[in-house]
């Protein structure tokens, strides 16, 4: 299957003659091919995106893409807020986490329904700036801290219970981190 699938991207190569004639659709590919398919763009080409039908496929296609030492993630949709709470940011930390992961060159594919990779995210060149180092025995002003914290969306609160709180009791300060790094 793997040399069928290398002759059919060298197929797609020689027929696209550059990458000017990307983006590629492929469809009709039948159960278990579609991965091997996929694998054989991703050692050719580098990163991809996988649009798939749901989620569940979505899903399907990263936990196979894995299974053969391809580091392949789902880019998840986004949770609908119908009034303004502070809800549950877990999804756009999920989204965040993805990108940060294929930033750092960590993912060789990502998968997703159409809806979800076409909604709105961050630019990359924004997404580079958003983030600061915090060390072990480091100090650093609380009043800065305090704003940088404030630029990247965390709430401060009276004790942090969610992702993407912070409380600072004197020299104590409790973050619990939107995106595990």
């Given amino acids: 299957l793997d040399s069928t699938c290398g002759q059919i991207v060298g197929a797609l190569d020689r027929e696209l003659k550059s990458p000017s004639r990307l983006p590629l659709l492929i469809s009709g590919v039948c159960g278990g091919a579609d991965t091997a398919l996929c694998a054989a763009l991703v050692h050719d080409r580098g990163p991809i995106l996988i649009l798939t039908g749901t989620e569940r496929d979505a899903a ?82 609380p009043a800065v801290l305090d704003e940088s914290l404030a630029m990247f969306g965390y709430a401060r609160c009276e004790m942090a219970e969610a992702p993407g709180q912070y409380a600072r009791r004197g020299g104590v300060l409790d973050i619990l981190p939107s995106v595990s790094l």
């Fill in 60 to 141: 399907r296609m990263t936990a196979a893409l894995n299974a053969e030492n391809i580091p392949a993630a789902v880019f998840p949709g986004r949770e609908p807020v119908l009034y303004n709470i502070a809800a549950s940011r877990s999804a756009e930390y999920e989204r965040l986490k993805v990108l940060l992961r294929l930033r750092r060159g960590e993912l060789r594919a990502i998968a997703a329904v159409p809806g979800d990779a076409l909604g709105y995210t961050m630019p990359p060149e924004i997404l580079a700036l958003a983030g600061f180092e915090l060390h072990t025995g480091g100090e650093t002003d």
